[in-house]
């Protein structure tokens, strides 16, 4: 066996992605975590922002149908940064989910004052706007601990294998949380999981996109990757990819290792 193949088998192994995959089966099972969890922890319920994604969607309805089963209370979020291009998937994911209470929280104000008041050298516009994208995500992450803070609540994670593969979240951002429901997920079974919930179809089926940058608004995933989901989630299930795929992967994987690690120090 190549090295290649052993350095897959681990990532696979890592992320926890299975070799067998049923979507009710899952969605049961996750469903039955998020209860369980949240009975143990004493806490009032969950917190998530649902920003029209395919991802929030399901965890919003996974974590939804897990407060309705423990009798507790999921509160989802809105959390633009001013007007949000496509604030009706939004709303037609809010509608799905049926979350018992939504908070909005316009990130735009903070943001933009804290990244004015950071300004301590001269960036590019391009690292500027990669800069004020990151922000964006930790202030999105600040406004559901906060809310989760005065309710007594635990904030749901959306990351996923393919994803946590790339290293593709914010550190401290969307990759801070208590619980993360959709963990060992390859993107097309977070999807598959969708269709079994009952998602309408344009949220399953929508481009992925962090939408974080101004100077290229709704990039998709993909384009940021170099890759597509496809080949992330082949090469996930152990499956034969390309050997640029699998050195885009594997650099991707290797490079962030630290988001995916607990803070080093001298031991």
Same mark, same amino acid.
């Given at each position: 066996?190549?090295?290649? !193949?052993?350095? @897959?088998?681990?990532?696979?192994?890592?992320?926890?992605?299975?070799?067998?995959?049923?979507?009710?089966?899952?969605? /049961?099972?996750?469903?039955?975590?998020?209860?369980?969890?949240?009975?143990?922890?004493?806490?009032?319920?969950?917190?998530?922002?649902?920003?029209?994604?395919?991802?929030?969607? =399901?965890? &919003?309805?996974?974590?939804?149908?897990?407060?309705?089963?423990?009798?507790?209370?999921?509160?989802?979020?809105?959390?633009?940064?001013?007007?949000?291009?496509?604030?009706?998937?939004? *709303?037609?994911?809010?509608?799905?989910?049926?979350?018992?209470?939504?908070?909005?929280?316009?990130?735009?104000?903070?943001?933009?004052?804290?990244?004015?008041?950071? /300004?301590?050298? /001269?960036?590019?516009?391009?690292? *500027?706007?990669?800069?004020?994208?990151?922000?964006?995500?930790?202030?999105?992450?600040?406004? @559901?601990?906060?809310?989760?803070?005065?309710?007594?609540?635990?904030?749901? &994670?959306?990351?996923?294998?393919?994803?946590?593969?790339?290293?593709?979240?914010?550190?401290?951002?969307?990759?801070?949380?208590?619980?993360?429901?959709?963990?060992?997920?390859?993107?097309?079974?977070?999807?598959?999981?969708?269709?079994?919930?009952?998602?309408?179809?344009?949220?399953?089926? #929508? =481009?992925?996109? !962090?939408?974080?940058?101004?100077?290229?608004?709704?990039?998709?995933?993909? /384009?940021?990757?170099?890759?597509?989901?496809?080949?992330?989630?082949?090469?996930?299930?152990?499956?034969?990819?390309?050997?640029?795929?699998?050195? =885009?992967?594997?650099?991707?994987?290797?490079?962030?290792?630290? #988001?995916?690690?607990?803070?080093?120090?001298?031991?």
């Amino acid at each position: 066996m190549d090295r290649g !193949a052993d350095t @897959q088998g681990d990532i696979r192994a890592e992320l926890g992605v299975a070799d067998t995959f049923d979507a009710a089966q899952e969605a /049961e099972r996750r469903i039955g975590f998020l209860a369980d969890y949240l009975d143990g922890s004493g806490a009032s319920g969950y917190v998530l922002g649902i920003s029209g994604g395919v991802d929030s969607t =399901v965890a &919003g309805r996974l974590a939804s149908l897990a407060c309705e089963r423990s009798g507790t209370t999921f509160t989802a979020m809105r959390l633009p940064y001013g007007r949000q291009a496509d604030d009706s998937d939004a *709303a037609d994911a809010l509608a799905f989910v049926e979350p018992s209470a939504t908070v909005t929280v316009d990130i735009k104000p903070a943001v933009d004052a804290l990244h004015g008041a950071t /300004e301590i050298n /001269e960036l590019s516009p391009e690292r *500027a706007d990669f800069v004020k994208g990151n922000l964006k995500a930790r202030q999105r992450m600040v406004a @559901q601990y906060t809310v989760a803070g005065r309710l007594g609540s635990l904030v749901i &994670g959306t990351d996923q294998a393919a994803e946590a593969v790339m290293g593709f979240f914010t550190k401290y951002g969307d990759g801070a949380c208590d619980v993360a429901p959709l963990l060992g997920l390859t993107k097309e079974r977070v999807r598959e999981i969708g269709r079994h919930l009952g998602t309408p179809s344009h949220l399953v089926e #929508k =481009v992925p996109t !962090a939408d974080l940058e101004e100077l290229r608004p709704a990039l998709p995933d993909e /384009e940021a990757y170099g890759v597509t989901y496809r080949e992330i989630d082949a090469y996930l299930l152990g499956e034969d990819v390309s050997a640029r795929a699998r050195e =885009v992967i594997e650099t991707a994987y290797r490079l962030t290792a630290h #988001k995916r690690s607990l803070p080093p120090g001298p031991v």
